[in-house]
């Protein structure tokens, strides 16, 4: 499975921004699919998961009502829609694949990973 993320950028608070994770190869749809960010010298922590049979998304309690992960699977890709963004949501965001049969917040548990997209939001 390979990963490309993107659609980070510079946002004023308040703003949006709508990241992109475009999968490809073989068994993808098999997978859950993760959002995660790390700020630096911080730990990387989930965002949102979601797979593409359609079970319901998981979300980090404190993001759920700004953030929105959905799927395209003719498209392959999944989205992390951002809204009301905050200074403190500056950060690298990645996009993960988990070979599990259930959604998971641990990263341990995510076994391919995308290459990252910065996403800095000014004050």
């Known amino acids: 499975v390979q990963l490309q993320a993107s659609g980070g950028g510079l946002v004023q608070a308040g703003g949006s921004l709508r990241l992109s994770c475009a999968a490809s190869?073989?068994?993808?749809?098999?997978?859950?699919m993760g959002w995660f960010r790390q700020a630096p010298g911080k730990e990387r922590e989930f965002v949102a998961g979601?797979?593409?049979?359609?079970?319901?998304?998981l979300y980090v309690d404190s993001m759920k009502d700004r953030f929105t992960i959905s799927g395209d699977s003719a498209k392959s890709t999944v989205y992390l829609q951002m809204d009301s963004l905050k200074p403190e949501d500056s950060a690298v965001y990645y996009c993960?694949?988990?070979?599990?049969?259930?959604?998971?917040?641990?990263?341990?548990?995510?076994?391919?990973w995308g290459q990252g997209t910065q996403v800095t939001v000014s004050s």
């Open positions: 993960a694949a988990s070979t599990l049969t259930i959604l998971t917040r641990l990263p341990e548990r995510y076994r391919f």
């Open positions: 190869g073989r068994t993808f749809r098999h997978h859950r």
């Open positions: 979601i797979n593409w049979g359609g079970e319901s998304p």
